[in-house]
């Protein structure tokens, strides 16, 4: 089910272009904060970041790291980074690599922990945790049933997969085995679920489409290290009083 396939101009283009010295992306317009009426932005220094994306199916760690603008309010002092939109916030592997390294491990019969953490470049302890948040991310029935009401007469029932293929066991519990077939069940649900947009989505995974739209419209995260998400914080004004 996986439709993953990034072309590496976008993500080369930008680090080739951004950074101290040679470009920042447009000023923002407006505060983050909706309480905030001020639309005085200015620019905050810049972050270095090392993360793995796919690029053309294929793993991509930027060694040189890649240079993200900082941006404050002059109104009331937040600040935020702006991240081009192959970029998931507090990530050293992007949600696309995380996708693509779970269906290689789950959709494979033969594939096993080593195998993929090598293809992938991480430890095989990764993508257990991996699985882990996924697998607490969304229910797969209410991810699916918010495809058929997008698009009625689209199959969507009858992709969902009853087991996780395997000659050989992957889940040494019961527990375990319920965890890996929550996770493909929710990875072939959001991939119905993008299919199922009138407009389809302009970024390639649907698991980071999901996340990415989640972070902007309610300001959650999912963390790696904390299962499900992680609510929004309103960092109250801590500047000099107002005059």
Known sequence: MSSIARASPEIKSY???????RGRPPRPSACTRSSCPSNRIWYDGWRLVFVTLLVEGQPLRLDDGLWLQRVACAGCW????LRPAFLYPHRSYEPDVVEAASLSYLSDAKASY???AS???CSWTAIWAWMCTLSCLAEPAAVLAEATRLAPAAPSVELMPRVVPQDHVKGRSAERQAVLLRVLQLLTALTVLARAHSVPSADPSPLRSYLVVAFLTDGRRALVTRPGWSPAIDVAHR???RR
């Open 15 to 21: 680090a080739a272009s951004m950074g101290p010295g």
């Open 78 to 81: 937040t600040s935020w980074t």
């Open 114 to 116: 080593a195998r993929v």
């Open 119 to 121: 293809q992938f470049g």
């Open 239 to 241: 500047g000099p009083p």
